[in-house]
C-alpha cells in the first residue's frame, strides 16, 4: 500500500514539474517573439528618426506619394526645416541626389552592348557641346554596338559616361575598303570643337550635315583615330565620299598609353588613314567613270542639217552658259521635224518647236550633257524668226556629268 502512494506521488510530482516545463518554454518563446518584434519596431522607429532628423519626408509607403519631391521642392523643404543652418542645407540635398542617382542606376535597364572597362586618354581635348553648355573632354570610354544601320562607334565621356557624345558608324562599304586589320567609320551624330593646325591655334566647330568630313578608324580595341578633311565627291553615285590627301588632318587619338604613346600614334596614324582616303577615292573615280561612260551624246536628227538653226542654237547656248562660267563643246538638233503645239480649245496653232542637246564644260572643268528648246510663233499665216527657248532643266538624260572625251 506504501508503495502504491509513494508511485502516486511521484507520477503526481512529474505531472507538476512537466507542466511548469512546459509553461516555461512556452514563456521563453514568447519572449523571443516580443523581443524580435521590439528589435524591428525599433529599427523602423530609429530609421524614421535618422530620416527626419535629415532627410524630408518618411519612408512609409502609405506616404510614399506625398514625399516625391522636385529638386526645387526638396531644397525648399530643407530650407524650412534648417532656416539658419545652411551647411546642413547643403550636406542633405547632396545626400538626396546622391540617393537619387543610386535608385536612377539601379532600374535603369542594363546594356548588353560591350563598353570598354577603362577611361582611355586623348591626345588633345575636345570641347563636348550638350544642349546649351560646353565642357571639355580629355577621357572617353568606347561602345561598339550593333544596330539596323551597321556597326556603331560610340564615344562616352568621362564627365557622363551615360551620354552617347559622338557616334560613328561603319557600312559594308567603308569596312571593304578600309586597310586590312582595321575599320573605318564617319560620324553619324555629336557636335564637338576642337582646336586644329599646326600649332592648334585655330578653333573649328564639328558635326554632322557640314562641309567638312570627320571620320574614325578603329586601329584596335582600344586605339581610335578621329581626323577630319574637305567633302570630296559627295556620294554622287552612290558610294562613299572621299577627303583630298593634302587636306587631312588628324584630330585626335583616343588609347589608353602615356604621352609617348599618343606622339607615336600620330605619326603612325596619318599613313593608315590616307591610305583608307585613298581607297575611297580610287572606288568613288571608278563608280563616277562607270556612270559618266553611259552618259552619250543624243544622236542629231534631220534638223541637224539646217546650218542655220544649228549656227543660231550654237550662238544662243554659248552666251547663255557663259554667265555660269561654262564653255561649249559639241551641239545637234535631235529633232527630225518641228513639233506643233495648239490651243486645247480652239485647235488654234500657237508655236511650233524642236530640241537639241549641247555638251558643256564648266568652270571646274567638268563636263555635263544638257539639252535646249528653239521655239517659232504662229502669226496667222506663217512662223516667225527662231526664238531660244532655253536650257532644258530637271529633264533625263540633261543635267548629267559625263565623261569630257
Known amino acids: 500500500m506504501k508503495k502504491i502512494v509513494l508511485l502516486f506521488v511521484l507520477a503526481l510530482c512529474y505531472n507538476v514539474s512537466h507542466a511548469q516545463f512546459g509553461k516555461m518554454l512556452k514563456k521563453k ?13 525599433t529599427s523602423n522607429s530609429s530609421s524614421k528618426s535618422e530620416n527626419a532628423s535629415g532627410m524630408v519626408g518618411s519612408s512609409s509607403t502609405e506616404n510614399s506619394s506625398k514625399t516625391e519631391y522636385t529638386d526645387e521642392e526638396f531644397k525648399a523643404e530643407l530650407a524650412k526645416k534648417y532656416p539658419n543652418d545652411q551647411a546642413k542645407q547643403d550636406l542633405y540635398y ?17 546594356s548588353a552592348n560591350s563598353v570598354s572597362d577603362e577611361f582611355l586618354y586623348m ?3 575636345f570641347a563636348m557641346t550638350k544642349g546649351m553648355s560646353v565642357v571639355g573632354v580629355d577621357r572617353v570610354k568606347i561602345r561598339r554596338q550593333m544596330t539596323d544601320m551597321g556597326d556603331n562607334v560610340d564615344l562616352l565621356p568621362a564627365q557622363d559616361p551615360d551620354y552617347a557624345w559622338l557616334r560613328f558608324l561603319t557600312t559594308p562599304e567603308l569596312e571593304m575598303m578600309s586597310p586590312e586589320g582595321y575599320i573605318g567609320y564617319e560620324l553619324v551624330s555629336g557636335m564637338f570643337t576642337t582646336k586644329v593646325g599646326a600649332d592648334r591655334s585655330q578653333t573649328l566647330e564639328l558635326g554632322t550635315g557640314m562641309p567638312i ?6 586601329i584596335s580595341e582600344d586605339v581610335f583615330v578621329i581626323y577630319a578633311g574637305s567633302h570630296q565627291g559627295g556620294h554622287a553615285f552612290n558610294v562613299p565620299s572621299y577627303m583630298h590627301q593634302n587636306d587631312i588632318t588628324i584630330l ?11 606622339v607615336e600614334w600620330l605619326e603612325k596614324a596619318k599613313p593608315i588613314v590616307k591610305a583608307f582616303e585613298a581607297t ?15 552618259i552619250k551624246m543624243p ?26 562660267g561654262a564653255k561649249l563643246l559639241k551641239l545637234n538638233i535631235e529633232s527630225n521635224d518641228w513639233s506643233i503645239v495648239k490651243n486645247k480649245y480652239t485647235g488654234r496653232i500657237l508655236y511650233r518647236w524642236i530640241k537639241g542637246a549641247f555638251t558643256e564644260k564648266n568652270k571646274n572643268n ?10 517659232q510663233q504662229y502669226n496667222g499665216s506663217g512662223y516667225g524668226s527662231s526664238q531660244f527657248g532655253g536650257v532644258i532643266h530637271g529633264q533625263m538624260p540633261y543635267g548629267q556629268k559625263m565623261n569630257c572625251e
Not at 585626335?252 to 599618343?262: A, D, P, R, S, T
Not at 575611297?280 to 553611259?294: G, I, R, V
Open 29 to 41: 518563446a514568447k519572449e523571443a517573439v516580443e523581443k524580435k518584434l521590439d528589435k524591428k519596431e
Open 94 to 110: 547632396q545626400k538626396y541626389l546622391e540617393k537619387k542617382q543610386q535608385e536612377a542606376d539601379a532600374n535603369k535597364p542594363k
Open 123 to 125: 591626345s588633345y581635348p
Open 213 to 218: 568630313l570627320v571620320r574614325g578608324m578603329l
Open 252 to 262: 585626335n587619338i583616343i588609347g589608353k598609353g602615356e604621352q609617348q604613346f599618343h
Open 280 to 294: 575611297l577615292k580610287a572606288n568613288y573615280d571608278a563608280a563616277a567613270k562607270s556612270t559618266m561612260d553611259a
Open 299 to 324: 544622236k542629231a536628227g534631220s534638223m541637224n542639217s539646217d546650218a542655220s538653226l544649228v549656227s543660231f542654237a550654237k550662238e544662243n547656248v554659248s552666251k547663255t552658259i557663259a554667265k555660269d
Open 366 to 375: 567638268d563636263c555635263y550633257l544638257q539639252g535646249f528648246l528653239i521655239k
